[in-house]
Each structure stands twice: as structure tokens, then as C-alpha cells.
């Protein structure tokens, strides 16, 4: 365990950082982005799923290169794609409620998407808006997404911190490195289990083959990432399980 300053500042990622990947939200919010593409800019599927794994590879997400390329305007996009049944695939956690009240420093919701998905996550967790200084969405990021350094720049300016006060826990090695490399912040990857589309209520047989395509594609990016990304180098912490957080930076701060 590499041992780490006690932060002043903590940066939490929203998807699959709060609430387990395996929960199958982000696979239908995935389908939703490609089915946007579809109706809005006229793609088949295949050719939207292939735009889609190329925004992600070179923009960091796949609203920018819609937004560059094609001029799709962010609020309709993240509407369409974010208007999915939240509460029916995430689970309550009240021991995170409880385990962020216990943490002492300031914290954030750093997140590529946008406010009123942030909050819709956070109310079918059951966690408290309250224990965040603010949610900083892609839009408060000057439509920045991590992890273009940019969107790190505005965050520190809005909480009045430099970046070796503060600590990023995220679930995308991507992020991470900007986070470290470039402004010299404490990270923690959470990382992910593997995925059960179709687990729970909510997700039914034709979702998850609508979703196989997305789902072959996003093995793809991760391959992609895996080799960009050594872990020992982005993330001076790894956790498989958010609540693991508190205990773990415990540990790792007594060290010094």
C-alpha cells in the first residue's frame, strides 16, 4: 500500500464509482447513447456503436466528439440518454451514506455527465446531497470531460484547492493519470467487478441484446486502456468496493 497525505479535498467520480459497475445501469446508458445517435443523427447501429468506441478513444467521452463534430446540443443529449429508471438499478447504501458523513474533508462529485443524473444517483443511493461542497458536471467543466486537464483546472479553481491538496477516487485509470501526472493529486481506483448485464429487476431480455454490441465494444476500450494504463503508476490506492475507502485511507495515511 502506498502510504498518502491525508487530503484536504476529496474528488469523487459519480458511475460505477459510487454504485458497483455490475449493477447493469451503465450498459443501458450506453444503449441509450447509441439509440441517440440513431434517431438524432440518422446512424445505423453499427456505425453509431463504432462512432461511439471512437469519441470515447480520442475525447474521453461521446458527447464531445458529438458536440465537436456534429454540433449536438449537450442538454438534449444528456436528457435522452440519462432519462432511464434509476432506483431500479441501484440499490440504497446506507453505509456509504453514513461512511461519507464520517469523512472529514470537503468532497466533491466530479462527474463527465451531467447534474440531474449526479442527483438521481445520489437519491436512489440514499446519500445525502449535503455531504458534497458541490457537483461538478460537464457542463461546470466548461463541456471539458475528464480526462482533458481542463475539467481538473475548473474544479480546483471552484473549490480554491491545488491539486496535491486533494485526492480523486475513480473508477477510469484514464482519469487517474491526469489527475497524478499533471497535477500531482492523491488517486484511488476503484476497481471494477465483473459485469452481469441482466442481473437484476429491470433489465429485460431485449435490453440486454440491444446492449451486446455496446457491451463487446466497451471489452474493446478497456483492452485499450489496460495496456495505457499500469495501475502501480495512476493509482496509489485500489479498492474493489467503495466502502472499503474509509479504512484503506486510513491505513495508507498512518504510513507517514
Not at 491526469?178 to 492523491?186: D, E, I, P, Q
Request: proline content about 5%; some cysteine; glycine content about 6%.
Amino acid at each position: 500500500m502506498t502510504p498518502v497525505r491525508t487530503p484536504e479535498f476529496v474528488l469523487f467520480d459519480l458511475d460505477e464509482t459510487l454504485y458497483p459497475s455490475s449493477n447493469g445501469l451503465m450498459n443501458l446508458i450506453r444503449d441509450r447513447i447509441v439509440e441517440y445517435m440513431m434517431v438524432r443523427l440518422g446512424w445505423s447501429r453499427a456505425e453509431a456503436e463504432e462512432r461511439r468506441v471512437e469519441y470515447v478513444r480520442e475525447y474521453g467521452v461521446t458527447l464531445d466528439g458529438l458536440r465537436r463534430l456534429h454540433g449536438v446540443d449537450v442538454g438534449d443529449y444528456m436528457e435522452f440518454v440519462h432519462a432511464v429508471p434509476h432506483s431500479e438499478y441501484i440499490r440504497p447504501n446506507p453505509e456509504l451514506d453514513r461512511m461519507l458523513a464520517r469523512l472529514r474533508p470537503p468532497k466533491a462529485i466530479f462527474t463527465n455527465a451531467s447534474q440531474s443524473h449526479a442527483r438521481r444517483v445520489l437519491s436512489a443511493l440514499g446519500v445525502s446531497i449535503s455531504h458534497f461542497e458541490c457537483i461538478f458536471d460537464f457542463e461546470a467543466a466548461g463541456c471539458c470531460p475528464k480526462p482533458d486537464p481542463e475539467a481538473y483546472r475548473r474544479i480546483l479553481r471552484r473549490l480554491g484547492a491545488s491539486g496535491d491538496q486533494c485526492m480523486l477516487v475513480e473508477d477510469n485509470p484514464r482519469n487517474l493519470r491526469t489527475a497524478k501526472s499533471v497535477f500531482g493529486m492523491s488517486t484511488v481506483l476503484v476497481r471494477k467487478a465483473g459485469q452481469t448485464a441482466g442481473s437484476q429487476a429491470g433489465i429485460g431480455r431485449a435490453a440486454v441484446d440491444r446492449a451486446d454490441l455496446a457491451i463487446r465494444a466497451d471489452l474493446a476500450i478497456r483492452a485499450d486502456l489496460a495496456i495505457q494504463a499500469d495501475l502501480a503508476i495512476q493509482a496509489d490506492l485500489v479498492i474493489d468496493d467503495i466502502l472499503r475507502l474509509e479504512q484503506v485511507l486510513a491505513e495508507a495515511t498512518r504510513q507517514i
